[in-house]
Structures are given as C-alpha cells and as structure tokens.
C-alpha cells in the first residue's frame, strides 16, 4: 500500500514538471517546511536535475539578522541605488500617479494598514515637481522592503547615507507585520509602474520595469554579497536588450551553490551547472545547439569565478574568445576561490593573505603577481573586454548592452567583493568596490573592436577618476588614494600594516604592480 502511494506521488512529481502549483505543493513546500530530507519521493526531475523557474523566490530569510531597513519618504529623491545595489532584490520601487495610488489603497479592509501605506509615500522632485512643470502627469514614489527576502546586510543604509532615506531598526512583531502585509499589497494590489514614469536614458529608471528583475531573491548567498549584485546587474542588463532570450551556463564555484542548490533556483532564464572548469566549453555547445534550431538572436552567457576563468579554466576561455563564437563570459572576480574557503587564484593581489598563500613569519601572503585576464582576452581576434564594477553601475550597465550587442565573443570581468574573504563588514560592497576603482586596484576600462583598428582607438577608460594620474586625490581631504589606502581598509591585508601603519615591503611591491597595470592601460589606450 505504502508502495503503491509512493509511486502515485512520484507520477504527480513527474507531471509538476509542467505544473508549477504540484510542483509548489509536493516539493517546494516540503523543503520549506524543513521535510525535504524524508517527505519527498525520488522523481525525474531529481534525477535529471532538473528545476522549475525562481523556485528560490519563495524562501524567506527573515530569520537572518535581528535589524531591517525601514524607509523614511520625507527624505528619499528617487535615486533608486537602494533598488540597484540590494543583492537580495529585496527592495521594490514604485512611481504611480496619485489617484492610482489612491484606488489601490482605498480596496485594503484594514484602516490601520491604510495608513501605514500612505505614509510610506514620498512626492520626490524627480518624479512630481519637475513632472509638474512640464505639465506632465506627477507621479507619488515609494520604496517597500520585502522582510522575507532581506539578509539585513544594510547596503542599502550605506548607499543612501548621504540622504537618510533608509536606516536599519531592530525587528519587532509590529514592524515585520506590517512589511508583510505591505508586499503583500504591492505584489497583489499595487500596479506595476507605467512607462511614462520610467525615463529609459536613465539606468536606475529601468529598475522600476520589474519584467526586467531575471533574479528575484532567494540566493542562500552571503549577506551583502558582491557577487550576487554584479550578476544581477548583469542579468538586468542583458534583459534590458534580450528580454528572456537568454541562457546561462555556471561554473561550478560559490554562484552555482547560492544560485541553483536543489530545488531552489535563482533565475527566469534557462541555466545549466557544468563542471568548474568546463562552463565555457559548455557554452560553445549551447551556442551551436542553438544556432541549429535557428535561435540565433538567444544570447548566451558563460559565467564563473575568477578561479573557474582564470585558472583551470583559462584554456576553454581562450578557445570561446578564439572561436569568434556569439557568447558573451563573466568572470565574477573575487581574487580567490571563495567556494573552497578563500584559496589563492592568478587574480589574487600580491601579498594578500589566502589559503595555500597564508601570511606568516617566512611567506607575507600571495607572491605571484595578479595575471589581467583582460590583457590576454585583448590578444584574441576581434573579442570584446571589459572591466566592470557594480559601484559604477551605469558604466556596467551600458557595458553589458555593448557586449550583447557585440556580434562575436566579448569577456566582462565583474570586482566582486566577497565578505570573508576580503575581511569587510556585511554592509561593504558598495563602498569596497568604490575603493577599488578609485585606486587603480581594479582600473575600469572597455576594449571595443568596432570602434577602430588600434589600441587607442578600441580601449577606453571612462569611469576611473584622474585618469591622466598616477593615483587619484579627494578633493575634499587632499587623500591620496592609491592601493596602500585601499589595502589599509580590508583584512586580507592587515598583516601588512605595522602598529604603527607603516605598510610592509611586499604590499609596497603589490601597489607597485598595480601602478605598473595602470600605466600599461594608459599606453594602450593612448593617454598622455
């Protein structure tokens, strides 16, 4: 008998393949429920490792961290970079006209949850008094965080610490409650928001076309996670230009462990998890696949760490890049093998303190050079490259739509900072990935073939700051910002600074290197 029910239930398994709401109730819930270790039966989609779509949407980590961001309207502009650089998606904007807004609020039952809502409603110039003047309709403008998908990492907080829009609070019954019930509005109730409202010159206005969020949370990542920003933005921007046309192939590392851990899966694309080292080669045979059956505007994207790229990988890289094959790489550069517990990669910075390169008495941290896989991926015929942050995002956003639309192979390369390996507070990506642009420890730079035949005419370093300089200089402070500064601020370099903050020789040597990148993408692109 028993038998009997456990094959009917692995048939109806089978069929949730094209069911979402059987596959929701027989598996997803068990696993939600903690029951996925005994509940569930063997099915064909387990053994052929298979999963449905954004099945990862439906966790909750609200039991994460005792602090959540709450919004204060009265001093939010619309800047929307709280929306952009939140890895979890787990802030919502909306920009409706007031009477939209209105209706929406007027079908809730509960007065004291009206209220609340109103209150949460902001009429930023951006979007009601410049609006007004052009004798536009003005739109209210309102942020909503999604207390199940937020980490608490309060990125957010540092990336609006100018303005004091958002501000992380200890969690209470009343304050989650009421997040609830209000993602529950905007999800059910609220419109989504109109085109008229999304200024689409703008990155951050694209934020508000939700159809564009191919992540929507749920990544068992890391809180603040860098990585997981840079491929959400990646992903945003590659729907900005394909829509859903496109796939992923990853690279076994920390992305296929956060993104696709059985049965969650992060994304709305197709994604398929190869081996570490074989994700390009992979891609090669999905593009081929796909030109066949006459797909050939579906965009492919090969995506792995820089140890899956750089090192074991390397070679499957150069052969994509060779190949003149229509598939764009990202390289989500943590300069470590994060997923193996932060051992040394070719992207490592010289002394920098990793597994299998430890700072001790005898050896100061790593004492190889950085490899740039963006100077070998320039050698390759007609291939794209690029170098991106998440910190400078509109410069990442533009690059990525470059790249999609570049007919031919392109490498992105993405500064991923990664928590515990770089020895940084949850709440820093952001603010690291600034740093690192700003002094030269990860220059931007894109390399366009369609834009000449030299050098100086493909290569282009818009976005770093004092690009005829050696190092760049605040205004305000005078402060130098070269690598030292930058290394002073991450623990992986702390044994490099003595009690008295006099750096060591060997991370003298590592800005040295640094330097040396700096002025060799100068050469190239012919800045005097």
């Known amino acids: 008998m028993s038998e009997r029910k456990e094959n009917k239930t692995s048939k109806e398994v089978n069929d949730a393949s094209l069911d979402m709401d059987k596959f929701q109730e027989i598996v997803l819930d068990k696993y939600l429920t903690g029951q996925g270790d005994h509940g569930v039966p063997a099915d064909e989609l387990a053994a052929r490792s298979l999963m ?47 009477a939209t807004m209105n209706e929406a609020i007027d079908t809730l039952e509960d007065e004291g949850l009206k209220e609340k809502i109103r209150a949460n409603l902001a009429k930023p110039a951006k979007f009601w008094a410049v609006r007004e003047k052009k004798g536009q309709t003005p739109a209210t403008f309102s942020i909503w965080i999604d207390p199940d998908k937020c980490k608490g990492c309060g990125e957010c907080v540092e990336v609006c610490a100018n303005r004091g829009a958002l501000e992380m609070v200890v969690k209470d019954d009343e304050i989650m409650d009421t997040m609830k019930k209000s993602m529950a509005f905007v999800n059910d109730t609220l419109p989504e ?51 859903d046309n496109f796939a ?22 197709p994604w398929t998890n190869p081996l570490f080292e074989n994700a390009a080669t992979v891609a090669m045979g999905v593009r081929l696949r796909y030109d066949q059956t006459e797909k050939t505007d579906t965009c492919v994207w090969a995506v792995g760490g820089d140890g899956a790229m750089n090192d074991i990988g390397l070679q499957p890289v150069s052969r994509v890049l060779a190949s003149g094959m229509n598939i764009n790489v990202l390289v989500l550069d943590t300069q470590a093998y994060s997923n193996t517990g932060g051992q040394a990669s070719t992207a490592t910075y010289l002394g ?71 020895g940084i507070a949850d709440n820093a990506a952001f603010d ?44 305000k402070t005078g402060e130098v910002r070269d690598f030292i500064w930058f290394a002073r601020q991450e623990g992986r370099f702390a044994k490099h600074f003595d009690k008295e903050g006099k750096p060591s020789e060997s991370i003298l040597a590592s800005q040295d290197d640094r330097l040396k990148f700096w002025r060799q993408l100068k050469e190239l692109a012919g800045v005097e």
């Open 52 to 98: 449905p779509p954004l099945t990862a949407s439906q966790r909750s980590f609200a039991f994460v961290a005792p602090d959540i961001p709450v919004y204060y309207p009265e001093k939010c502009i619309g800047c929307m970079e709280c929306v952009v650089q939140c890895p979890d998606a787990a802030i919502h904007a909306r920009a409706l006209p007031e």
């Open 193 to 243: 928001t109109p085109a008229e409202f999304i200024n689409e010159k703008l990155v951050v206005d694209r934020f508000l076309d939700e159809k564009l969020w191919k992540y929507r949370g749920g990544a068992g990542a890391c809180m603040g996670c860098g990585e997981v920003t840079a491929m959400k933005l990646v992903m945003t921007a590659t729907a900005m230009v394909k829509g």
């Open 248 to 269: 992923i192939v990853n690279a076994t590392g920390c992305s296929s462990v956060y993104g696709a851990t059985y049965p969650y899966a992060m994304w709305s694309v």
């Open 352 to 422: 920098q303190n990793a597994k299998m390169s430890a700072h001790g008495r005898a050896i100061p941290g790593k004492t190889e050079r950085r490899k740039e896989i963006g100077l070998l991926a320039m050698a390759h015929p007609d291939t794209y490259v690029a170098y991106v942050s998440a910190s400078n995002y509109n410069h990442l956003i533009k690059t990525i739509i470059e790249a999609v639309e570049f007919d031919g192979p392109s490498l992105v390369v993405a500064y991923s900072p990664c928590m515990p390996e770089h």
């Open 432 to 475: 690291r990935a600034a740093a690192a642009v700003e002094s030269r420890a990860f220059p931007l730079f894109t390399y366009d073939p369609r834009k000449g035949d030299s050098y100086k005419e493909r290569l282009k370093l818009q976005g770093n700051p004092s690009v005829k300089e050696d190092w760049h200089t605040d205004k």
